[in-house]
């Protein structure tokens, strides 16, 4: 029989974990002299270990997903009803808080219509990269298969998914990757020659273009895009560039795919990230912030002309979406989302993540003016990041174990940041905020002393 986990003693824990579960993303030697963290409960921004030490969670469940904060007991009665009343069914039927999650989402996205359940950010791209390979087949002969992905930009974890990412050592090893993934330079105008050109955004855009056009543009449907690029360094597009980007696709049939796995869901300030720059997707993909974590659920979200692509004559046998996915059954996901974003309108948190946002990146800068080794401050709403380099004017980038340093001396001081890790082979330099969407002045505060007493003993 199952005890109870109160029953449990702290040691024992540590113990069956150190045995036998293999973290993700984490060198295991490193545990062979210390002690898995394990986290054992959360209240607001808050999180205690198992030793009962409490953190500052400034990454929202490390990365980028708690956006309603821990402890909210009515998400987890709205999972538990719903998981009593009906678990599970496959969505080939429907279930009743999906379909009410699906209504209030597309109030969200005006344009949009069509909402396709699953559980995981990369699951949802790959439902993209699948609609885009079929449209090509029933529609354009075989044509138009292609997608074009950003360099830094990461679009997940299957194979798939990282063969659509621009992180050279996300992907390192884990090749032979999916053909028909095609590269192009990303927007960050701090690392860009040009960058400092008023038309910046609107050159790195016209790279899309000049891509399309290498490949041949009858081969090429979609191009797959973070609004603001997340792990690859907290990017935020230059002016004009969206709208660019908008015109080349138009010019050339080629879809528009958003992936909001971060973004979405209110962390920038708006629901979803491309509406701050006009920008019409055909597929939107979204997950970690739709249920803030309290259940797993992922959508991929299309426009009506494009479900409409896939209707056909029944006895046509292969000619709709025959993609399946088990776990985009769970109600539990969209009972949990439902809630979710309730408190988010209720809450106000949009006006609260514009205002404390902008709180958060003047904080920031005030240490850019006193350290010099913080090179640039980004960021929209509560998504912002600092990258570190060694000398302001090079803007040669900082060794990963330097950010590692200032993450581990935050973390002693009782506060959770994040950086940019294991993506690039130079480049992991960027320090990474995302506090939950209900913070308050005095946590951003108490986040940035913490960085302003680990940044005092950076030596490079
Ligand atoms: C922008 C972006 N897309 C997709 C993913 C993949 O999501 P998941 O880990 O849920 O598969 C991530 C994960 O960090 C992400 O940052």
Redesign the pocket.
């Known amino acids: 029989m199952n005890r109870a986990f109160s029953e449990y003693d702290g040691s024992e824990v540590v113990s069956s974990d150190r045995a036998h579960v293999w973290h993700h993303i984490v060198q295991h030697k490193l545990m062979q002299t210390t002690d898995p963290m394990v986290i054992v409960e959360g209240k607001g921004l808050r999180v205690k270990d198992i030793n009962g030490k409490e953190y500052l969670d400034a990454v929202s469940g490390g ?2 997903t708690v956006n309603v904060g821990y402890g909210r007991a009515s998400i987890a009665k709205a999972v538990h009803d719903q998981l009593l009343k009906m678990c599970y069914f496959s969505n080939s039927a429907g279930n009743i808080p999906g379909a009410q999650f699906a209504e209030r989402l597309i109030d969200k996205m005006p344009g949009m219509s069509r909402v396709y359940f699953s559980n ?4 949802a ?1 790959e439902k993209g990269f699948k609609l885009v390979r079929q449209l090509a087949a029933i529609k354009n002969g075989g044509k138009k298969h292609k997608v074009i992905y950003r360099d830094r ?5 299957t194979i798939t ?1 990282l063969s659509a990412s621009g992180q050279i050592q996300r992907k390192d090893q884990y090749g032979p990757f999916t053909p028909g993934f095609v590269e192009m330079p990303h927007c960050m105008a701090y690392r860009a020659p040009n960058g400092a050109d008023p038309d910046y955004g609107i050159q790195a855009a016209k790279e899309l273009e000049r891509v399309i056009l290498e490949q041949g543009p009858d081969t090429v449907g979609s191009v797959i895009l ?1 609004p603001i690029t ?2 690859g360094g907290v990017i935020t597009p230059p002016e004009g560039y969206f709208e660019t980007i908008q015109e080349i696709c138009t010019k050339y049939g080629v879809l528009i795919h958003i ?1 909001e ?2 973004c979405g869901m209110g962390r920038t300030g708006k629901w979803f990230g491309y509406q701050h720059y006009g920008v019409k997707p055909d597929i939107v ?1 979204m ?2 912030g739709v249920a803030s974590g309290y259940a797993a659920i ?1 959508t991929t979200v299309t426009t009506e002309s494009l479900f409409n692509e896939f209707l056909a004559d029944p006895s046509e046998k292969l000619q709709y979406f025959r993609d399946i996915s088990t776990f985009g059954g769970c109600a539990g996901g969209p009972a949990a989302a439902l809630e979710n974003m309730r408190i988010i309108e209720d809450e106000n948190l949009l006006d609260n993540v514009n205002k404390m946002g902008e709180y958060l990146l003047g904080r920031l800068r005030e240490l850019q003016d006193k350290y010099p080794v913080i090179g640039d401050v980004r960021g929209k709403g509560l998504f912002v990041g600092a990258e570190m380099v060694k000398d302001r004017k090079s803007r040669e980038p900082v060794d990963e174990s330097v950010t590692a340093g200032v993450v581990a001396n935050c973390l002693q001081q009782g506060v959770m940041i994040g950086r940019t890790m294991r993506s690039f082979t130079e480049h992991n330099n960027t320090l990474c905020l995302s506090p939950a969407l209900v913070c308050t002045k005095d946590d951003l505060d108490e986040i940035v002393t913490a960085m302003d007493n680990a940044l005092a003993k950076v030596e490079l």
């Open positions: 990365v980028w995981s950010g990369s699951e791209n930009d990461y679009h997940g974890t998914a973070e997340a792990g992936d796995v971060v993909t997950a970690k992922s």
